[in-house]
């Protein structure tokens, strides 16, 4: 509420966040923290049989992850603190006043990895030169693969956060932040999951380097598969480990995430799709280890495609099932804080919300306060025309009939019970018939709103008292001190 309202109705906040992370944490997995060990072990192997074939596929590997993690990868990357910090900026600060160093040290851990990167790809050709110089470079590969877990072992502490605060939520220290219930059940599944990416999706690559040499690439087909195997039986460990850890809302969420995501037939049979796929790719690598050459090309890239497919369904219903919450049980994705509800809904969120344009509901207004109160309550899942569109969901509802304004506040007074993955109207009750008298008008004319939504100048001690303490007016104040 500190923040303009920032929105693009055509695509929604939710989707503009998740193409750009979905496809982060792709390159990221297969590309980066589970390919560069794979790229290093080759390296190994190059230099333990002094057979030239390892060393020139481990390059050209490294040439491809190279090219596609210091791109797409960077700035994808860089793209989820922008298009986050823009959607919901509440939600950052809360973050980084948790995680204040942990922002600072991904920084310089990032800088290091590129720098790696850099290095060990660039100076591979001059280390061929002695048998000590290619000891250093290997060495160097196994710093950038450490360095590419790092990072990664640093942002986990933070989405396990934003879904189980754990005991954060009464010591409030860093450490308790960081050492949140869900931290090491998914940096174990994450780990495991991206080294048996990362050696699938290189075996995948070694066919394009090996068309002229079956008799190699049988030779890289069954170690990568001998690698990739072990972490596999890791990953399985560790996916029923992160199972337990899943608070229960969100294990009730899941069948929600499916059935709104028009994916009623799969209801409740993500677990089966998961193993069955888990099973597919274990047999793969197992025939491809015990019968070297055995294994048809496209089954390999089968898996690639399976796990690719898992891993972004993986994070879609993660996304989904810790709705209501951007923090759990903190912070609600709406970017207002729990604990201030009460406060907002007998204030109304009109006269907290910095930005707002109008503060006092009247009988000509309605329509227009209205709007502004979806902007806050509303449009970081809902938009007017687009994705997730509040015309569609309305429509589903009440079809061609006329849309009565009063039976639309009486579900959105309650939506919160119906639908466990929106977050409680945050308004008081002239809001909450606004919004309704602004909803009903969709169905007549429905103008999408675009951009960055600043109605009125903010009032120098909404500034002063929300931005400096970070802290809205506590409810014990008495009401008209503050303002
Ligand atoms: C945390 C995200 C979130 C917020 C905030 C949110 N919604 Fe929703 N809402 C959803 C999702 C997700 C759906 C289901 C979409 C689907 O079925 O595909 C939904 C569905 C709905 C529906 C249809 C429900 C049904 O029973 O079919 C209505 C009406 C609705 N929202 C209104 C609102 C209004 C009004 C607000 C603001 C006061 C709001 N929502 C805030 C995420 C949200």
């Known amino acids: 509420m500190d923040f303009p309202i920032f929105h693009i109705d055509f695509i929604g906040n939710r989707l503009l966040i998740a193409v750009d992370a979905i496809l982060h944490v792709l390159i990221n997995h297969a590309f980066a923290v589970g390919a560069l060990p794979v790229v290093a072990l080759l390296e190994f192997f190059g230099m333990r049989s002094k057979d030239p074939r390892w060393d020139n596929l481990a390059y050209r590997l490294l040439k491809i992850i190279f090219i596609l993690t210091t791109t797409v990868g960077a700035l994808t990357g860089v793209g989820i603190w922008f298009s986050a910090a823009l959607v919901n900026p509440a939600a950052i600060g809360s973050l980084i006043r948790v995680f204040f160093w942990g922002w600072f040290t991904e920084w310089i851990v990032f800088v290091c990895e590129v720098s790696l990167i850099m290095a060990y790809f660039l100076s591979w050709q001059t280390a061929k030169r002695s048998p000590e110089s290619k000891l250093k470079h290997l060495r160097l590969g196994i710093f950038l693969a450490a360095f590419s877990w790092i990072t990664m072992a ?52 070694t066919y394009l380097y090996t068309r002229n040499d079956r008799e190699f690439r049988t030779l890289v087909t069954s170690a990568i598969s001998r690698w990739s195997g072990a972490w596999l039986v890791g990953l399985i460990l560790a996916s029923i480990w992160y199972y337990q850890v899943i608070p229960d809302h969100m294990l009730a969420n899941i069948p929600v995430a499916f059935a709104t995501q028009e994916y009623v037939r799969w209801n409740g049979r993500l677990k089966v799709l998961l193993i069955v796929g888990l099973i597919y790719v274990g047999r793969i690598l197992w025939v491809s280890v015990k019968r070297p050459g055995q294994v048809h090309g496209a089954k390999y890239l089968l898996s ?142 429905a103008a999408a709103f675009n951009g960055v939504q600043i109605n009125g100048i903010p009032k120098p001690d909404h500034i002063s008292t929300s931005i400096s303490y970070g802290n809205l007016p506590h409810l014990a104040t008495p009401h008209g001190e503050h303002h």
């Open 154 to 205: 640093i942002i986990v502490a933070i989405l396990g956060f934003m879904m189980d605060p754990g005991s954060w939520l009464t010591e409030r220290t860093l450490l308790s932040g960081v050492l949140n219930p869900m931290y090491f059940p998914q940096l174990a599944l994450r780990t495991t999951l991206a080294m048996v990416m990362g050696g699938i999706t290189m075996i995948c690559l």
């Open 304 to 445: 690639a495609v399976l796990l690719f497919a898992m891993l972004g369904q993986f994070e879609r219903v993660r996304e989904f099932i810790r709705k209501p919450f951007i923090i759990g049980n903190y912070m609600y994705a709406n970017g207002i804080r729990v604990e201030d509800y009460p406060l907002l809904q007998r204030d109304g969120i009109l006269q907290h919300a910095t930005y707002a344009g109008i503060r006092e509901i009247t009988a000509d207004n309605q329509a227009s306060a209205g709007r502004e109160v979806f902007e806050q309550a509303c449009t970081r899942c809902h938009t007017v025309n687009g994705v997730n569109s509040i015309r569609a969901q309305l429509k589903n509802m009440y079809g061609d009939k006329p849309w009565q304004s009063e039976a639309i506040a009486a579900y959105v007074e309650n939506m919160h019970g119906a639908r466990y993955f929106m977050p409680p109207f945050p308004g008081n009750k002239a809001e909450l018939n606004a919004l309704a008298v602004y909803l009903a008008s969709l169905q007549k004319r």
